[in-house]
């Protein structure tokens, strides 16, 4: 009896490790799969960085039509209600200075409230006259539209002052003209805002005061290349906001030909559709 359950428990001891061996052979083959295709998705890709390098407008944006109605009618109900103003404690009475004011006090009344009784819109008073002859050597306003603007200047910074503006730079690759932001690689244990630094000074010359807004990235791009048709990643560009100060490019000929100060919009139609579609989201529509 005692000799059976000892054959017993051998038979099933070396069914078990036959059992075992022969599992071990069958996911031999799933093992090597699964290293394989972590080794394929753990490979490094090429870092790159990108500066989003921005003009921020330098002028007021003009008003909409109905802008301008709403100013109007706040105006003339804080004409209609506010305090006559105490003219006699600042001026001395008959000087020049109150006269002048008088007279700027009835152009304010007649833009918001309309000319007086009795007198046609397009006449002027002798009040009116005599504020033109006596306001001749005042300041004029800048006109709006720059020169850069008529002459269509597009490296010229005072361009579209209502609008941002971005550097774009001119680049062949693979012997084709393309115009992208300055962009450099990242070299092993470097930080990506070091990067971003470093990349814009090579490409567009220290001839500018920037700041770059933070060590964080605003957004990634994904270049498409022909070595990435098989699904995994070659190229990876972070790209950074920063806004120039003072200066101007100067940008090194041995990785650009040329730049350009663009709107969003002017943006759209000098680069490709896919670099397009992966920055349109980092740049301000106005």
Known sequence: MFSRTVLSCKRTHKACLLRGLATEASAAPEIVQINAALSKKTARPNLHTGIIL??????????????????????RIHRAL?????????????????????????????????????????????????AEATMRDEEEAMPRVHEADINSDFKNLHRRGQRNLYLLLKKQENGTAVWKFPQGSVDRGELLHHAATRGLEVECGNNMDTWIVSRNPIGVFHPLSPASASGAEKDVVFF??????????????????????????????????????GIKDMLSDF
């Open 54 to 75: 921005n003009r921020s407008p330098i002028i007021t944006r003009t008003p909409t039509a109905f802008e301008k109605a709403y100013y109007a009618y706040q105006a």
């Open 82 to 130: 506010h305090n006559p103003f105490p003219y006699d404690f600042y001026f001395k009475q008959g000087s020049p200075l109150e006269s002048r004011f008088n007279i700027e006090e009835r152009r304010r009344e007649r833009k918001a409230f309309g000319a007086p009784f009795g007198m046609q819109t397009g006449e002027t008073s002798e009040a009116e006259k005599l």
């Open 240 to 277: 950074y906001k920063a806004h120039i100060m003072a200066g101007q490019v100067r940008p090194n000929r041995t990785h650009a030909q040329d730049f350009a100060w663009l709107t969003k919009g002017e943006i759209k139609t000098r680069v490709d559709g896919d670099y397009w579609l």
